[in-house]
């Protein structure tokens, strides 16, 4: 991360100065979106922002939101990115509206703030409920907070049954109650619980099932469909504008699952096909693949894109092209659900995709990593990679090592440096500037608010509101990029710059270990990247912390 030079006046620790960097989170449910009170996603950013602006202490970072997602487990697009830059060290506070906008699992959510945030080091903040884990004042009670959590998983399980209820009732009768439609349907202009044919689309459909019939095998399929360059389901949607864009395009691409599904859905003879997975928070169950015979078939409900005939023969060749192949693959299925050191780490250089954890065919005791996408062959650019787990781990350890002896330097060069810059130049008044400005910020927001009821008084015209509304808006946006670059510079000084750099003590903490633990390979490696045979890079957690700290260093030092 590239910083600006500094001086060595401007560059002295600020005595006493905590800035948080902060992170505002808010969640809207799909019941709450049904339900359009004051409590949006808009609203509630913009009190927690309101909020925010009013603590010096709190410089704002970023805003992550999930809109129309459960509160009862933490596997949300908005979080999972916002626990990512936790973990990278870019946030170290969260503020939310109140408990039951950050969830509402009593167990789940009790575990982040009991355990998690305190030794990630995180504030956690809940505005409506006085929650303050850095506030001795605040309403931070063991008993009160669990037992606002225990009713808002009392709340979401009473309203999982009621919708459980009436989703399974549209079921039976037969209505689609899905978000998008399955790959060669659309939604009826009329019934949004009625499928109809997708022109564009339904042919490929027929390709699919004409091949499986053949005895094509799913592979093969999805290599001919991408070798074809027919977009994916995803791809399409993406292009389409029916889902953000999201990930790494890269990935979206035929795969052999998503032919599995296609042509295994009896929805594409006419019948409608639900509850092939299941989920329900009342019974305390996880999203599930349901057997065949709870799947809930309401027959003849739309217009069929294949003939029955074509679908039990694409059944059939299914059924013989995979009996064998379930004799060797019982013997290693094993493999992907042990909770290895490296898992999910390993990505390819070319297409993204996460490595996966095979037998080793030299050494019967080891194991190796290859690229999936390149494996099948699915058409994309991919080059040969086969990393060995043995090599990956002597590497990892020898780099490790390396950067610990870094950080071990590092922190004393700092600390010296730090020490020599605190005597020789005067306090910092950045504390008494960054509160002169937040006092002008919060007086002109006050006066652009104040406007609109002079204009409804008559007392300003037209014109003049116009004018001194972007006037005063402009020197807001204005003071506040003065106070974010003040709060920047306040943070650098007061953390990265100092042996508190998150850098720093990552890897200060593993400096008696010999071995390689789980633990140690999760908090300090970010990503492996994988360019080759036995070829690859480490990506290390807090890397702009790291560059900050070289530059410091080396700018003092001069």
Known sequence: MARKSRTAATIAPVAEVKTYKTAIYA??????????ESDSIENQIYL???YVEERPYLKLISVFSDNGETGTDFDRPGFISM??????GKINCIVVKDLSRFGRNYIETGEYLEKIFPFMGVRFVSINDGLDNEDENS????????????????YAKDISQKIISSLRTKQENGEYIGGLPIYGYQKSEEDYHRLVIDTETAPVVRDIFKWKAEGMGDTVIARRLNEMGIPSPMKRRTLKGEVEKAGNCRLFIWRDRTIRLITTNPMYIGHMTQGRTKQALCDKMPIKAQPTSEWIIVKNTHEPIVDKATFEKAQEARANNTNAFYK???K???ISSENYLFKGLLVCSDCGSKLIRIKSHTNPDGYSFLCPIKRKNLGTACTHKNVSEAVLYDSALVSIKKEIEAAVNL????????????????????AKRMAHLQKELKRLTHLKAALYESYADKLLTESEYIYSKQRYGKQIDELRQNLERLQEESVTQSETLTP????LQAFRRFTDHDELSYEMVRTLIKQVVVTGVNEFYFVWNFKNEYEALCEYTGEVSA
Request: glycine fraction near 2%.
């Open 500 to 503: 508190k750099n998150k850098w």
């Open 328 to 330: 060797d693959y019982d």
């Open 83 to 88: 626990m990512d830059e936790v973990k990278a």
């Open 48 to 50: 927690i922002r309101q």
């Open 27 to 36: 969640r809207l449910s799909v019941e709450d979106c049904r339900d359009r």
């Open 411 to 430: 922190t004393a060069i700092v600390e010296r440096l730090n020490k020599s810059q605190s005597e020789d130049n005067p306090e910092n008044d950045i």
């Open 139 to 154: 309403n931070m009670d063991a008993l009160i907070v669990g037992l606002k959590n225990l009713i808002n998983d009392v």
């Open 332 to 334: 290693s299925k094993h």
